[in-house]
């Protein structure tokens, strides 16, 4: 499966953004997904995860309550919709799906997207 996310930008502290990630290629359906980021110098970061109909979903610690993913398995589509922004949550933030459902840093799903960055400014 082929990922494409998009939806990213400069944004100020307390606004928001709604990133998405276009799937093709393979029934999206068959996969769950995930979001992860990069910060400058920083290891990749676990963000949020969702089972492949929407049953389950996880987050990390530092974005839950105001970062929510969701998907449209009719438009290929997965989401996350973030709130609440923090200059802290600056980072390329990568889309991923996999057969297997996993919500961790080291995740080592199959399917990657190519990044989009959001940058928040205080």
């Known amino acids: 499966v082929q990922l494409q996310a998009s939806g990213g930008g400069l944004v100020q502290a307390g606004g928001s953004l709604r990133l998405s990630c276009a799937a093709s290629?393979?029934?999206?359906?068959?996969?769950?997904m995930g979001w992860f980021r990069r910060a400058p110098g920083k290891e990749r970061e676990f963000v949020a995860s969702?089972?492949?109909?929407?049953?389950?979903?996880d987050y990390s610690d530092s974005v839950k309550g105001r970062f929510t993913i969701s998907r449209d398995n009719a438009k290929n589509t997965g989401y996350l919709q973030m709130n609440s922004l923090k200059p802290e949550d600056t980072a390329v933030y990568y889309c991923?799906?996999?057969?297997?459902?996993?919500?961790?840093?080291?995740?080592?799903?199959?399917?990657w997207g190519q990044g989009t960055q959001v940058t928040v400014s205080s």
């Open positions: 969702i089972s492949r109909f929407g049953r389950s979903t």
């Open positions: 991923a799906a996999d057969r297997a459902y996993c919500s961790a840093d080291g995740c080592n799903y199959d399917y």
């Open positions: 290629g393979r029934t999206f359906s068959s996969y769950a």
